[in-house]
């Protein structure tokens, strides 16, 4: 339970460093599992240990930006299911993605108040 805590602070700590996306071209740190795959979400058993810790990860990272995101709350009516299994579908048709890549679209979607439903999914972007 520690290990879940810490990772989540660390989240939200690095999420509250990050105002809005970047400039294209203009990089960003984060703190955590960043070289992630989706292949490997995908294929990790959904009752690990090891996904709990990573869904924390990912939930603290976008409650963190959804604090600091000045144009209001994104999260507002949804829930750790729905947001989780975008992240599923994101991951599923784009196995080499980063989970960070997957979080970056999954927030664009919220930011733009569209519904948690299977959408084509844009390219991955430049890193």
Same mark, same amino acid.
């Given at each position: 339970?520690?290990?879940? &805590?810490?990772?989540?602070?660390?989240?939200?700590?690095? &999420?509250?460093?990050?105002?809005?996306?970047? &400039?294209?071209?203009? *990089?960003? *740190?984060?703190?955590?599992?960043?070289?992630?795959?989706?292949?490997?979400?995908? +294929?990790?058993? +959904?009752?690990?240990?090891? !996904?709990?810790?990573? +869904?924390?990860?990912?939930?603290?990272?976008?409650?963190?930006?959804?604090?600091?995101? &000045?144009?209001?709350?994104?999260?507002? @009516?949804?829930?750790?299911?729905?947001?989780?299994?975008?992240?599923?579908?994101?991951?599923?048709?784009?196995?080499? !993605?980063? *989970?960070?890549?997957?979080?970056?679209?999954?927030?664009?979607?919220? +930011?733009? @108040?569209?519904?948690? *439903?299977?959408?084509?999914?844009?390219?991955?972007?430049?890193?």
């Amino acid at each position: 339970m520690l290990r879940i &805590a810490t990772l989540l602070l660390v989240a939200v700590m690095s &999420a509250a460093q990050v105002r809005g996306a970047p &400039a294209p071209g203009e *990089t960003r *740190t984060s703190l955590g599992p960043l070289d992630f795959s989706c292949s490997k979400w995908t +294929k990790m058993s +959904k009752r690990s240990t090891d !996904h709990e810790i990573l +869904k924390g990860w990912v939930l603290g990272f976008i409650s963190g930006m959804n604090w600091e995101n &000045a144009d209001g709350d994104f999260l507002q @009516g949804r829930d750790v299911d729905g947001v989780t299994a975008w992240i599923d579908n994101y991951c599923r048709q784009n196995p080499p !993605h980063a *989970t960070t890549q997957a979080i970056y679209e999954l927030i664009q979607v919220l +930011k733009a @108040g569209a519904p948690l *439903t299977p959408l084509p999914v844009p390219p991955p972007r430049p890193r």
